[in-house]
């Protein structure tokens, strides 16, 4: 159990990264309105010093009513800037059309991310295609949907990355976690890969989190767990999808302790929206396509057991619009840490939202 004052520690130095009043935007969505947005990918320093950003854009659209309702996510993009602090340029796309894996037509783009390897570069990416549900479980199907899987694609820099190869690594699960969606990598001390994503039951009542682990020279994946993090008790009831693992850096309090990481995870208290009495205390709930924040905690060596921070309420909130704030990324640089995520505005889009934290302020934070 993380002690009381260590986890202050650690929320305050979070708060201050995800800081919600002086983030930018850096990539709109395609239209300043409800249902329109852009992430939930990730970022990554390129060999050259630039950092790239992927994600994908999402149109409106109810998944409750199939695809019928709207175009939904209809394009991945990958962008570049020289810095964390500079103008994004994209720079690779692809849209629904491109991305057919097994000959399943793609129905909709979900989460991705981009993964540096030894030779190359490789981009994980979540799609919505059009199959069917287990045959015990089909009658659970609504009408114009699909199952979510995941697939890789790999070349040697970003430019070249394409379809041509694309491969089907995390195919649709067993009825309790069929679904699976929202790739995040991230690299263990040991070298080896770990592919964290967003599972659904076939009844799309919650939303949990898995892990699959790929060792260093193979391309053979193993399974560790499909429950990473548990849903809570209070705000965080209705999911737990971790999004993000950022090191804790060796400074201050933390310079003489073991390998500990920070999680980032989204989570509603209900999938759909709930109305408040109003003579009630007024607080965030989030829901389906409006999550907001929670930090989890881990040490290195454990993983991937971590363990929830933010019990009782959620950290990171949106100060506009419906309060969404999430499927945060975090980049390590040499200055610094940058920080991007979803963020919800006045006009209700989502667009991403990026903050840059220097070296300075996180020694200063974690003393």
Not at 15 to 24: F, G, K, P
Not at 33 to 47: E, H, K, L, Y
Request: net charge negative; with cysteine.
């Amino acid at each position: 159990m993380i002690e009381p004052n260590i986890s202050t520690k650690l929320t305050t130095f979070a708060s201050a990264l995800i800081d919600q009043q002086e983030a930018r935007i850096l990539i709109p969505a395609k239209d300043p309105s409800t249902g329109f947005w852009f992430g939930g990918g990730n970022t990554v320093q390129d060999r050259d010093g630039s950092i790239l950003i992927c994600g994908r854009y999402r149109n409106f659209g109810d998944s409750r009513t199939g695809t019928g309702a709207g175009a939904r996510g209809l394009e991945l993009a990958i962008f570049r800037a020289d810095s964390p602090h500079g103008e994004f340029s994209k720079i690779v796309s692809f849209y629904k059309s491109d991305l057919t894996c097994n000959g399943r037509e793609v129905v909709s783009i979900e989460g991705c991310a981009l993964h540096l390897t030894e030779d190359g570069i490789e981009l994980f990416i979540s799609t919505e295609k059009d199959d069917s549900y287990p045959e015990s479980h089909k009658d659970f199907q609504k009408p114009g949907t699909g199952v979510w899987s995941i697939d890789r694609i790999h070349a040697s820099k970003v430019e070249d990355l394409s379809p041509s190869n694309i491969e089907e690594i995390v195919p649709f699960g067993l009825p309790p976690y069929l679904h699976v969606k929202d790739p995040v990598t991230t690299d263990l001390p040991d070298g080896s890969l770990a592919l964290i994503y967003c599972t659904h039951p076939f009844s799309w009542s919650s939303s949990g989190t898995s892990v699959i682990r790929r060792a260093p020279g193979t391309s053979e994946y193993q399974h560790l767990t499909d429950t990473m993090l548990a849903r809570g008790p209070v705000w965080d009831i209705a999911a737990a999808r971790v999004t993000d693992r950022l090191p804790i850096p060796k400074v201050g309090a933390f310079a003489d302790q073991p390998d500990q990481s920070l999680y980032f995870y989204d989570s509603a208290e209900c999938l759909r929206q709930l109305d408040d009495n109003p003579e009630a205390v007024a607080r965030p709930r989030g829901w389906s396509c409006e999550e907001i924040g929670g930090l989890a905690f881990g040490v290195d060596a454990d993983f991937p057991r971590i363990d929830s921070i933010t019990i009782e309420e959620p950290l990171f909130i949106s100060p506009t619009g419906t309060g969404c704030s999430r499927y945060i990324s975090t980049l390590v640089t040499d200055e610094g840490i940058f920080a991007t995520w979803q963020q919800s505005q006045k006009d209700l889009s989502q667009p991403l939202v990026g903050h840059f934290l220097s070296n300075e302020k996180i020694a200063q934070l974690l003393a």
